[in-house]
């Protein structure tokens, strides 16, 4: 019996929430997936309520500190409420949109990124959708905008959702980034085990970053289609060779359309400006390269193309406990 898909959607009730809400017809999910829509009421502090088994207070400095506790918990209260609301309202679009789902919705108290993080880690979420909307001047300055705090730390899959461009129900066109690591099979797996409409397509991009391979040629010899290498680069073609076709053969068997190209230059830039072109409705890609050296080097790929695209990006991860 297979397990059954776990999504965790965090949201605020923003437009670019509802947009990610909308969104996920578009990212061909089982009909028995289990969702929670998860809001997060941002409260930096949640006072207890008075103990009334202490003295009463006796100065009015006490007596202000005390009314001052009970107001901010009047407004952390609150504010769970109106997030449980928000909450509420999306459940609902939700269970029109996929009535075979199961919908439950959850609120908490928290700052939103470390909120989402937290149940997804809890729950066993096998991927959280975030909106790609921008926060406040003090949320980027505490942690940076929620949906890049959430793709960065969690260890689950995550999809930054954006407005939908074409209609739900037409056929997907789906970039996926390959660069021959384990978390780049993760992607086309992710999107082989997916539900497409017809006709939906996908276009493999194997991006040979020129600039990673000057800079550590003499460290890994498989990059050396770059420095020369003669009989080096023969294996080299013939081992990307190989991992194209086994992706394409694989996103074949799931009834899509495969195109590949790989072109050279910075993958940040070439996956964003393709899925553009192109007008990809989402870029798969995996959470890490190759190598470490990668991200010491030219920083993660997955971040920057996920902060840049125009499109839908799910970043993915292995499932929780494998």
Known sequence: MNKRTKLLIGYDGSESADAAVEEIQRAGLPRDTEAIVFAVADVWFYPPPADPTLPAPSSPLDHQILRGAEEMRVRATQSLIDADDVARRAAARLRTLFPS?????????????????????????????????????????????????????????????????????????????????????????????????????????????????????????????????????????AWLQRMITAATEKLQSAGLAVSTTIPEGDPREILVEAASSWKADCIFLGARGLSGIERFLIGSVSSSVAAAAGCSVEVVRSAPGH
Do not use: Y
């Open 101 to 237: 789902w199961e919908i439950d919705v959850e609120t908490t108290i928290n700052w939103p990124s470390w909120g989402i993080i937290t149940k997804a880690e809890a729950w066993g979420a096998d991927l959280v959708v975030v909106g790609s909307g921008k926060h406040s001047i003090i949320e980027r300055l505490r942690l940076g905008s929620t949906s890049t705090k959430v793709l960065s730390a969690c260890r689950c899959s995550v999809r930054v959702g954006r407005r939908l461009t074409t209609p739900a129900n037409s056929s997907v066109r789906i970039v996926i980034g390959m660069d021959g690591s384990s978390d780049a099979e993760l992607a086309v797996d992710a999107v082989a085990r997916r539900v497409w409409p017809a006709g939906s397509e996908a276009r493999l991009i194997t991006v040979l970053d020129t600039r990673l391979a000057h800079a550590v040629a003499s460290f890994i010899p498989r990059l050396a289609r770059w420095s020369g290498g003669g009989e080096l680069v023969q294996k080299d073609d």
